[in-house]
């Protein structure tokens, strides 16, 4: 992992610094699934820079929080994450008004998480069911898949898209939702 980061920090100034297009900064906000079968909310921020025509480079902030009862209705689980993610995007299609880019990247997650399992105890009688609560925070890091149609307008530096992606927070996450954005 040292040597992926150490690798980035050397190669990415070099190429963003030989390009002349300053970059793009989005964000957005939509719906997030966590997969013990929690549903809430997502929201991020990034910014991406051309490396070549096809290919950019893009750090992102990104928040989630999502709650439910996907085990047992005494307990209200969630998971709250924050992420850091650095990702590459390839564009199969750019034109004047459209833009297809699919991207992967590392994400690293710093967490906060309520989750309950069942536990069978036997006082001696019929065995009993009893969901005991696991508080937890912690750090992660996993693969970050993402796949975004950006719309830009006619003589304007603004864009309006939407963005699927599935990412590593405790448990895998998938997000959908819309995003605006500006060239800068």
């Excluded at 190669?11 to 939509?30: F, N």
């Excluded at 085990?71 to 199969?92: I, S």
């Excluded at 459209?98 to 019929?126: D, Q």
Aim: glycine share 14%; aromatic share 16%.
């Amino acid at each position: 992992m040292k040597s992926i980061l150490f690798l980035l920090a050397i190669i990415l100034p070099v190429a963003l610094s030989a390009q002349s297009e300053v970059g793009a900064i989005r964000i957005g906000g939509g719906y997030a699934h966590d997969f013990p079968g929690m549903n809430g909310f997502g929201a991020f921020g990034e910014y991406t820079r051309p490396l070549t025509e096809r290919w950019q480079g893009a750090i992102a902030g990104k928040w989630s929080k999502m709650q439910g009862f996907p085990r047992t209705n005494e307990v209200k689980e969630y998971t709250r994450a924050f992420g850091l993610d650095f990702t590459l995007y390839f564009k199969p299609l750019v034109n004047e008004s459209h833009e297809i880019r699919i991207g992967a990247g590392y994400s690293f997650s710093f967490y906060n998480i309520r989750r309950t399992n069942p536990v069978l105890v036997n006082g001696g009688g019929a065995p009993e069911t009893e969901w005991p609560i696991q508080d937890e925070k912690g750090r992660r890091g996993g693969l970050n898949l993402v796949a975004e149609y950006q719309y830009h307008f006619s003589n304007s530096n603004f864009f309006i898209g939407a963005r699927g992606s599935w990412f590593k927070a405790y448990d895998p996450i998938v997000y959908f939702g819309p995003f605006v954005g500006i060239n800068l």
